[in-house]
């Protein structure tokens, strides 16, 4: 691969949430639907394997906010139980996440300091882990049981930037092809770098991104789709000549949304790789978590007015996806390329407050619970 294509399909600096804690903020929903999960983490982390040492990991944790009560509550429901042994959560995500933030969320230094867990129970030591989930991270066999949410849609390398569109959603037959396999590669690595971590009777807990029975997904659930938003509003800033087109296709989300039968193929087969490896699939279901944003204008429709609700819908669309545009215009000054981003959001925004009517951005994930035999 030559080092121009490396710089604009390497995925690994450019998709990291907006830090500062702006992410978590603005992330109510991710939070939501995480939280929605609760009774599925408990019964799992109920029948973790007896080890002398609990280590638990979160992959993908950008600023740890969005699970920070997860991780409170299931902490807390060990120690109610007497469990007094020594726990370790180890976060993980990219080497450009904003781990300051996380770090001083969970010792009460920012964020909720009545979760901030590591100052609240005693014997609980949190570490952090800047190296991508498609490698094994921690000893073999040491897990007791892996979290994550909302982060495995991530591909480890674009396999192609997209020509028509922002999103494999919208892409081409031939460029989804290229995503899905890629997708399908990552899977694996994936799952058998939790198979080496796992001890056994360990479990993975995951809700991902994907595509569910009815076609839906992130920001397309009826009314408009999100991602075909980011699309035109994009490809509007090509046609009037302010971005160029260069800029227009390499803004390309290093992302894929696989079907409920993308990600349980591997544990369909006895076979496969990912069978032999140890990992049995306990359950798969989708779950639609509604947008907040969206819910609260609907409750509020007397005192939110439109514009109110566009200026609360497109932050949290931003806080994941502006690395994606920022970084489509590498090569421009940062003061234009602050321009542009924030033009192109107006737009949307502006869109929105004009007719709020079909705009949301609901979630659609797909909820694993695996074990590791
Ligand atoms: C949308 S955020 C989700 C954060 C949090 N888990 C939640 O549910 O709100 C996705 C996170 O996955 C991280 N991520 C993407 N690819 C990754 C990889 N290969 N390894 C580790 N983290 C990754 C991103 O940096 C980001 O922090």
Same mark, same amino acid.
Request: glycine share 6%; charged share 25%.
């Given at each position: 691969?030559?080092?121009?294509?490396?710089?604009?399909?390497?995925?690994?600096?450019?998709? +990291?949430?907006?830090?500062?804690? $702006?992410? @978590?903020? &603005?992330?109510?929903?991710? =939070? /939501?639907?995480?939280?929605?999960?609760?009774?599925?983490?408990?019964?799992?982390?109920?029948?973790?394997?007896?080890?002398?040492?609990?280590?638990?990991?979160?992959?993908?944790?950008?600023?740890?906010?969005?699970?920070?009560?997860?991780?409170?509550?299931?902490?807390?429901?060990?120690?109610?139980?007497?469990?007094?042994?020594?726990?370790?959560?180890?976060?993980?995500?990219?080497?450009?996440?904003?781990?300051?933030?996380?770090?001083?969320?969970?010792?009460?230094?920012?964020?909720?300091?009545?979760?901030?867990?590591?100052?609240?129970?005693?014997?609980?030591?949190?570490?952090?882990?800047?190296?991508?989930?498609?490698?094994?991270?921690?000893?073999?066999?040491?897990?007791?049981?892996?979290? +994550?949410?909302?982060?495995?849609? $991530?591909? @480890?390398? &674009?396999?192609?930037?997209? =020509? /028509?569109?922002?999103?494999?959603?919208?892409?081409?037959?031939?460029?989804?092809?290229?995503?899905?396999?890629?997708?399908?590669?990552?899977?694996?690595?994936?799952?058998?770098?939790?198979?080496?971590?796992?001890?056994?009777?360990?479990?993975?807990?995951?809700?991902?991104?994907?595509?569910?029975?009815?076609?839906?997904?992130?920001?397309?659930?009826?009314?408009?789709?999100?991602?075909?938003?980011?699309?035109?509003?994009?490809?509007?800033?090509?046609?009037?000549?302010?971005?160029?087109?260069?800029?227009?296709?390499?803004?390309?989300?290093?992302?894929?949304?696989?079907?409920?039968?993308?990600?349980?193929?591997?544990?369909?087969?006895?076979?496969?790789?990912?069978?032999?490896?140890?990992?049995?699939?306990?359950?798969?279901?989708?779950?639609?978590? &509604?947008?907040?944003?969206?819910?609260?204008?609907?409750?509020?429709?007397?005192?939110?007015?439109?514009?109110?609700?566009?200026?609360?819908?497109?932050?949290?669309?931003?806080?994941?996806?502006?690395?994606?545009?920022?970084?489509?215009?590498?090569?421009?000054?940062?003061?234009?390329?602050?321009?542009?981003?924030?033009?192109?959001?107006?737009?949307?925004?502006?869109?929105?407050?004009?007719?709020?009517?079909?705009?949301?951005?609901?979630?659609?994930?797909?909820?694993?619970?695996?074990?590791?035999?």
């Amino acid at each position: 691969m030559t080092s121009k294509k490396l710089e604009t399909l390497n995925t690994q600096d450019v998709l +990291s949430m907006k830090g500062e804690g $702006y992410y @978590s903020k &603005k992330t109510a929903g991710a =939070k /939501n639907a995480i939280d929605s999960i609760q009774e599925i983490l408990e019964r799992s982390i109920l029948s973790i394997p007896n080890k002398e040492i609990l280590r638990f990991a979160d992959f993908g944790a950008a600023d740890g906010g969005t699970s920070q009560e997860l991780w409170y509550n299931l902490i807390n429901l060990l120690r109610s139980r007497g469990d007094d042994r020594a726990i370790e959560v180890i976060y993980t995500d990219l080497a450009s996440n904003d781990f300051s933030t996380l770090f001083k969320n969970m010792q009460g230094m920012h964020g909720e300091k009545n979760l901030a867990y590591q100052k609240i129970f005693d014997n609980v030591f949190v570490h952090g882990c800047g190296t991508g989930f498609h490698q094994q991270l921690l000893a073999s066999d040491s897990l007791s049981f892996g979290f +994550s949410a909302t982060a495995m849609h $991530y591909v @480890s390398e &674009k396999p192609c930037q997209i =020509k /028509n569109h922002v999103h494999m959603v919208g892409a081409d037959l031939s460029e989804k092809k290229q995503f899905m396999a890629q997708a399908a590669t990552d899977w694996e690595s994936i799952l058998l770098s939790r198979a080496r971590e796992l001890a056994p009777g360990g479990r993975f807990v995951c809700m991902n991104f994907g595509i569910d029975e009815k076609g839906r997904y992130l920001g397309n659930t009826g009314g408009h789709s999100m991602f075909d938003k980011f699309n035109q509003h994009w490809r509007t800033h090509w046609d009037q000549g302010i971005i160029t087109k260069e800029e227009y296709i390499n803004a390309t989300f290093a992302q894929h949304y696989r079907t409920v039968d993308e990600f349980c193929t591997p544990f369909n087969d006895k076979m496969s790789e990912i069978s032999k490896a140890g990992l049995k699939l306990l359950s798969c279901s989708t779950k639609l978590t &509604k947008c907040p944003y969206r819910t609260s204008y609907e409750k509020n429709i007397r005192s939110m007015s439109k514009k109110d609700f566009a200026d609360s819908l497109i932050p949290t669309t931003r806080s994941w996806s502006e690395t994606v545009f920022r970084t489509a215009l590498s090569k421009r000054d940062e003061n234009e390329s602050n321009e542009i981003v924030n033009s192109f959001y107006e737009k949307y925004r502006a869109e929105v407050e004009r007719d709020p009517d079909g705009h949301a951005m609901d979630y659609i994930h797909i909820i694993m619970e695996i074990e590791k035999i």
